[in-house]
């Protein structure tokens, strides 16, 4: 059965997999009550930075973005816990002036932690629309100013934080046994998130962000849901940190806290849970051993020298180290429950539908008049093209001609500067994941798959995409499977994607496609570099979009048999306008395309 996530899986997978990580962290809990004061005061430090990082890791690893803002969140978790359930005594003496008078009031706690969550995550909400705009370095330098910011707020407004010499008098009642129910629950809520269907639209957008749009994906809300519920994990450990210390200042929530805790993400494998749970105990027990060994211990009788330094050294080891030989982390893409399973091929299960032919309704996909210019260049020139359910059609011309800009405009993907892309006779919504949302998939000229992801998960994205926006539901399983099975995809669905052939790749990107249950499929470009025996199996698979399914196909190709020996209708294009238009043995005999192929009249 072809796999689409849902949120009761991801229930189950996260539960099995918070048990399993649940017995490291037992063992930090045994090693708190048997070995005394100052180890149990490290094992708390070392769940509440469990807490941290797997906050982090929902963010950064699931939707690619580094962020450096998120230590931001602890801080600000921290003091407004600290805020609101210290001593008012403390308070009278720090922060004498704090706001709306809250140097009287004294809060429960964990009511004071609830609270903090709450302006935590009213904050990364206002801050959030700026983020899920924005990718890559963009994204990441707006975090670190996010960073910069909060720290010097609590610098410099004394009557918030008490200023740079800090804020005490917080109760003291963060015990290893709360952190490790906490950090638990940390897990529990990164893990379900990860294998639901959210986390699956954001490690798409991770992936590739042009093809999740194609796939229906809206990579501003799939980036904003994951910033918003890391940053209530991370102001959750914030204030768990508050009040296990008792006492704060802001540079414990700058610099050093934020290298530290990538550095544990990053070392234990930045995209899985089990990385960042892995990650944490790693640099934790490296820098305990390496404090040991700095303090001057003799060893065989050997002395060695105090090296106060030498716990930087390690961080700084093992980060080249696991650069070095294990790029994607210790746990790469693995969590701890995949260890549990035996790989084996998908198997397909179908109960033999029928055909589903033409829609009841035919719908139409035109272009109308459409234009596009890039500065002075006018690549696409009042172009007239129309597709209708049930039919092949197709697009040819030299390159350059401006086929792809057409193809780019009728889903989505660009707008037009003139002109009109019309759906049944109405203008098709802007964004390409929505036009993919009305019922128009496609594939890519240079193959654009989620290479990490499995490919069934690659199918699924688009799968889950239909239920988001369309009635009843996710894609019909049987239909999926049905599209597996043609598309002969069966025994690689477990497998990651960029591991594929090219020629599997090119026909699991046409699965992806269908998994939207498109009416209309745009195939750019699908036997680009395949030999002959590939280009006959692609072109059963059109007819069974067309012939079985009943899509409106348009396809566009170089390779002339192929068009001709397909289409029951072909578009010429050469230099942004349409020159011909016919069946294929009118195209074969128009004397301008000929000229346009050959450069000869």
């Known amino acids: 059965m072809t796999p689409v996530p849902s949120w009761s899986q991801a229930l189950r997978t996260g539960l099995l997999r918070t048990a399993l990580l649940a017995l490291p962290l037992l063992m930090v809990l045994g090693y708190a009550v048997t070995q005394g004061s100052s180890a149990s005061r490290l094992a708390t430090v070392a769940l509440i930075n469990v807490i941290i990082v797997v906050g982090i890791q929902t963010f950064t690893g699931n939707t690619g973005i580094v962020s450096f803002g998120h230590i931001g969140f602890v801080a600000l978790g921290a003091y407004v816990t600290a805020l609101l359930t210290a001593d008012p005594g403390a ?46 370095i963009s994204a ?19 009557q918030f934080s008490g200023g740079a010499e800090g804020f005490f008098g917080v109760p003291v009642v963060a015990s290893v046994g709360v952190v490790l129910v906490l950090a638990l629950l940390a897990v529990a809520v990164a893990s379900v998130y990860r294998e639901s269907p959210a986390g699956l639209r954001a490690q798409a957008v991770r992936e590739d962000e042009l093809a999740a749009r194609a796939t229906g994906v809206d990579p501003a809300r799939a980036k904003f849901t994951a910033w918003l519920l890391s940053a209530g994990v991370c102001a959750a450990g914030g204030a768990l940190l508050a009040l296990f210390l008792g006492a704060i200042t802001p540079r414990d929530f700058y ?30 027990v490296g820098n305990e051993l390496f404090r040991w060994l700095g303090d001057g211990v003799t060893l065989g009788g050997l002395e060695l020298p105090q090296l106060p ?13 696991t650069m070095l030989w294990r790029t994607q982390g210790l746990m790469a893409d693995t969590e701890v429950d995949d260890l549990l399973r035996r790989r084996r091929p998908a198997t397909v299960q179908i109960s033999e539908p029928q055909p589903a032919g033409a829609p009841a309704t035919p719908r139409t996909l035109e272009a109308r008049a459409l234009e596009r210019t890039f500065g002075g260049l006018r690549a696409v020139a009042g172009v007239d093209l129309t597709v209708r359910s049930g ?50 998939g496609r594939t890519f000229q240079n193959i654009r798959l989620f290479p990490t992801l499995t490919a069934g998960q690659n199918i699924a994205v688009g799968a889950i995409s239909v239920g988001r926006h369309r009635d009843g539901g996710t894609a019909d399983p049987a239909r999926l499977d049905e599209v597996v099975r043609r598309l002969d995809l069966t025994d690689v669905l477990d497998r990651q994607a960029g591991t594929l052939p090219y020629g599997v790749q090119r026909r699991l990107e046409i699965a992806r496609a269908l998994s939207l249950v498109p009416d209309f499929v745009l195939l750019d470009e699908p036997v680009a570099g395949m030999n002959e025996v590939e280009s006959t199996e692609i072109a059963d698979v059109v007819r069974l979009l067309a012939g079985e399914l009943g899509c409106g196909v348009l396809v566009v190709d170089h390779d002339l048999p192929f068009i001709l020996g397909l289409c029951e209708r072909i578009h010429v294009m050469d230099c942004g306008r349409c020159i011909a238009t016919g069946t294929p043995a009118e195209v074969r005999a128009n004397a301008e395309v000929v000229t346009a192929y050959l450069g000869v009249s």
Not at 410 to 422: F, K, M, N, R
């Open 255 to 284: 610099l050093n806290l934020t290298f530290t805790t990538l550095a544990m993400l990053f070392v234990g494998g930045v995209r899985t849970v089990s990385g960042a749970v892995v990650g944490v105990l790693v640099i934790t």
């Open 309 to 321: 330094g030498l716990t930087d050294i390690f961080l700084g080891l093992v980060i080249a180290g």
């Open 391 to 440: 039919e092949v059609v197709g697009l040819i011309g030299p390159n350059g001609s401006g086929k792809s800009t057409l193809l780019n405009m009728l889903s989505g993907v660009i707008e037009p500067t003139g002109g009109q892309v019309l759906l049944d006779g109405r203008p098709a919504p802007a964004g390409s994941h929505r036009v993919a949302a009305a019922g128009i």
């Open 91 to 136: 308070k009278a003496i720090r922060v004498p002036d704090a706001p709306f008078g809250l140097a009287e009031v004294q809060l429960n706690p964990f009511v004071g932690m609830a609270v903090a969550v709450l302006v935590a995550l009213a904050v990364a909400a206002f801050l959030g629309t700026a983020v899920a705009r924005m990718g890559g």
């Open 140 to 158: 990441t330098m707006i975090t670190l100013g996010l960073l910069i910011i909060v720290y010097n707020i609590l610098t410099d407004w004394v």
